[in-house]
């Protein structure tokens, strides 16, 4: 059974920093490219990051510069290092194994509970 638990999330304020963590079960770890995804209310979830299994990172555009991801594969764990935090990087986030198809990640398990950030003053 595939579990992904999400922590770290919180309330910072802007310019702010926050270090959001991912632990995969279930899986095999090292061959999984992982991504980070962000959802706010009455919105798609969106992918934000993600790193391949050899370690090759990519970034939307709105956290390129702000964000970085890496992952540890013997603990199977993934993160995401949030730098310059701005209100709109306001968002529940998740992480998901994830397989590139025709140029698109797609998400490949069910989702966790994901973590709640809240930049505001």
């Known amino acids: 059974q595939v579990q992904l638990v999400e922590s770290g999330g919180g309330l910072v304020q802007p310019g702010g920093s926050l270090t959001l963590s991912c632990v995969a079960s279930g899986i095999i770890f090292n061959v999984n490219a992982m991504g980070w995804y962000r959802q706010v209310p009455g919105a798609e979830r969106e992918l934000v990051a993600s790193i391949t299994s050899g370690g090759q990172t990519s970034y939307t555009d709105p956290v390129k510069g702000r964000f970085s991801v890496y992952r540890d594969n013997a603990n199977k764990a993934v993160y995401l290092q949030m730098n310059s935090l701005r209100p709109e990087d306001t968002a529940v986030y998740y992480c998901?194994?994830?397989?590139?198809?025709?140029?698109?990640?797609?998400?490949?398990?069910?989702w966790g509970q994901g973590t709640q950030v809240i930049v505001s003053p």
């Open positions: 998901n194994a994830v397989v590139l198809v025709a140029g698109t990640y797609y998400h490949q398990h069910p």
